[in-house]
């Protein structure tokens, strides 16, 4: 039992590629996080997700893009990096609504050059 | 804007010692949790109060939650140097009608042998 695993754990870019992060969760969970954490910022959401085809909003979505064509999957996608989004990205599931915790990958370190 | 804030920022003691840390929220929660991250690695989840709860107990952690207050704290007794770490709240946004979990920006502990 994996749990939620992420794809690579580190990465460089140079300003204007695009690249595409992958967190996979074997736990049948329904609803799928992607994070940032900056130095002093704490966790801030990305998107997130509630189920099979639902993306929506979080906190700081602006320059990323989301998929969940899956249940077990959540992509994150950077279509032309820029050097703000130098982070480490963690990816978290939940089973659903109600009292529950999430789980969390062992996170991406992404370098923008 | 982050929906939890800790206090404080760090904090160093020594082994043997109890550690306090506080964390406040600003809306409505349906429960608050605590996770705790090792360098470099992804959250663990520690322990879940619900919005109708006051205190609780898992082993040696102690959460309260005062909700007239948006506090929360959480002790850590008979500290030791394996429990070095940062801590984070999360709190279960329900204002939007799903749930969002917004963390804080953490408190990073040491604990010194």
């Known amino acids: 039992n994996a749990g939620v695993t992420q794809t690579p754990k580190f990465r460089v870019l140079k300003t204007g590629q695009s690249m595409t992060l992958l967190c996979a969760q074997d736990m049948n969970h329904e609803y799928m996080y992607w994070y940032r954490q900056d130095p002093g910022m704490g966790l801030r959401l990305i998107h997130y997700s509630v189920g099979e085809g639902t993306t929506a909003k979080g906190e700081v979505p602006d320059g990323y893009n989301v998929s969940r064509l899956k249940k077990q999957n959540f992509l994150l996608g950077l279509e032309s990096a820029a050097p703000s989004q130098t982070s480490v990205y963690f990816c978290?599931?939940?089973?659903?609504?109600?009292?529950?915790?999430?789980?969390f990958g062992q996170g991406t370190r992404l370098t923008v050059v | 804007s982050q929906q939890g804030e800790e206090d404080p920022q760090a904090l160093s003691i020594q082994e043997g010692e109890n550690a306090t840390m506080n964390c406040s929220y600003k809306?409505?929660?349906?429960?608050l949790q605590w996770y705790r991250q090792n360098s470099g690695r992804g959250l663990v989840h520690l322990i879940l109060?619900?919005?109708?709860?006051r205190e609780k107990h898992s082993g040696r952690l102690r959460v309260t939650l005062d909700t007239s207050k948006k506090s929360s704290s959480l002790l850590i007794t008979a500290s030791r140097a394996a429990d070095t770490a940062s801590y984070f709240c999360a709190t279960a946004d329900t204002t939007s009608g799903t749930y969002k979990y917004i963390f804080g920006t953490g408190t990073r502990l040491k604990v010194l042998a």
């Open positions: 978290a599931s939940r089973p659903g609504q109600g009292h529950t915790e999430a789980f």
């Open positions: 809306t409505s929660i349906n429960n």
């Open positions: 109060i619900r919005s109708n709860e």
